[in-house]
């Protein structure tokens, strides 16, 4: 079946980098971009960025715009995010989840996309 | 940037009434408007896409609709199992931008 394992608990110290895996299985891995969510504790979600994992291209959200970085590694089906220079309020839940495309608008001449399948998330916290 | 509003934050009903939860967008973003659900300690499930398609497996208790930038989502008749939190998401743009609305916690009264 259609799934993605992430990478095991991190505690990070502030100013230090984490990397979190996501590992595809199931489907055409190159087909689908990944996209990147957090969620602090006892908060929302915030979407982080996407990538296509077809041709690396990648979108980062304006807040995180030069200390993440999305990359993919097709020869093992796994997606990364990488956060620098950690601080204490980026101390969250990490999910990765599917950017599927569901419907296409000839009107707008695009697709509609959702986020169908979800990893199981990624506790990173950030301590001194 | 456009940003995504959900009223109210929290809402307290009982299984079998029907609640409208509301989602609005600073700019229009025509329909790219997705709905998902959330459970404590899990990660979020896809309910609506395009504003008003149902994703495969909900239950048609779950409804959507709206565009531009003002949209709904309406549960017809509360189940104990719907009692979650609910965010809103655009998924406008190309490339698509996928920001979340702040979430609206539904309750048991």
């Known amino acids: 079946q259609v799934q993605l394992v992430q990478s095991g608990a991190e505690v990070k110290k502030p100013g230090a980098s984490v990397k979190v895996s996501c590992k595809a299985s199931?489907?055409?891995?190159?087909?689908?971009?990944i996209i990147w969510v957090r969620q602090a504790p006892r908060e929302g979600l915030e979407w982080m960025g996407r990538?296509?994992?077809?041709?690396?291209?990648?979108n980062y959200a304006q807040n995180l715009q030069g200390r993440v970085t999305m990359t993919t590694d097709t020869s093992t089906n796994t997606v990364y995010m990488e956060l620098r220079r950690l601080r204490s309020d980026d101390t969250a839940v990490y999910y990765c989840?599917?950017?599927?495309?569901?419907?296409?608008?000839?009107?707008?001449?695009?697709?509609?996309?959702?986020?169908?399948?979800w990893g199981q998330g990624t506790t990173v916290t950030v301590s001194s | 940037d456009i940003q995504m509003t959900q009223s109210p934050s929290s809402l307290s009903a009982s299984v079998g009434d029907r609640v409208t939860i509301t989602c609005r967008a600073t700019?229009?973003?025509?329909?790219?408007l997705n709905w998902y659900q959330q459970k404590p300690g899990k990660a979020p499930k896809l309910l609506i896409y395009?504003?008003?398609s149902l994703q495969s497996g909900v239950p048609s208790r779950f409804s959507g609709s709206g565009s531009g930038t003002d949209f709904t989502l309406t549960i017809s008749s509360l189940q104990p199992e719907d009692f979650a939190t609910y965010y809103c998401q655009r998924s406008f743009g190309t490339p698509p931008l996928y920001t979340f609305g702040q979430g609206t916690k539904l309750e048991i009264k």
């Open positions: 700019q229009s973003i025509s329909s790219f």
């Open positions: 199931g489907y055409t891995f190159t087909s689908y971009g």
């Open positions: 990538i296509s994992v077809y041709n690396g291209n990648t």
């Open positions: 989840a599917r950017e599927l495309p569901l419907l296409y608008s000839s009107l707008q001449e695009d697709y509609y996309y959702g986020m169908d399948v």
């Open positions: 395009a504003a008003s």
